[in-house]
């Protein structure tokens, strides 16, 4: 599967961003998604994945409240909805995917698409 992130820029401190993951492939139900981030010179962390049928997702203790992620098989597509953004969520944002299991959901992701970056500015 191929992965294309896109929907960030650059915003202030309370707003609010839509990221979007869409995927190739006619399986996509079958895949875990999950997105991650990383700032300059930090180490990748997670944010959030959801289940391949979308029924269960799991979020990063920064972002619980904040961000949602939802997806529709229908177009391929998972979605991170970022609100009340904060200048430490400042980071590219990458989606990534694996076939089958849920758990754990932070790890043994097979496919990564490439960054979109997003810059909160206080």
């Known amino acids: 599967v191929q992965l294309q992130a896109s929907g960030g820029g650059l915003v202030q401190t309370g707003a609010s961003l839509r990221l979007s993951c869409a995927a190739s492939?006619?399986?996509?139900?079958?895949?875990?998604v999950a997105w991650f981030r990383q700032a300059p010179g930090n180490e990748r962390e997670f944010v959030a994945a959801i289940s391949g049928g979308g029924g269960v997702a799991d979020y990063a203790d920064s972002v619980k409240g904040r961000f949602t992620i939802a997806r529709d098989n229908a177009k391929n597509t998972v979605y991170l909805q970022m609100n009340s953004l904060k200048p430490e969520d400042t980071a590219a944002y990458y989606c990534a995917a694996k076939r089958g299991i849920y758990y754990p959901p932070k790890s043994s992701y097979e496919y990564w698409g490439q960054g979109t970056q997003v810059t909160v500015s206080s």
């Open positions: 492939g006619r399986t996509f139900s079958g895949y875990v």
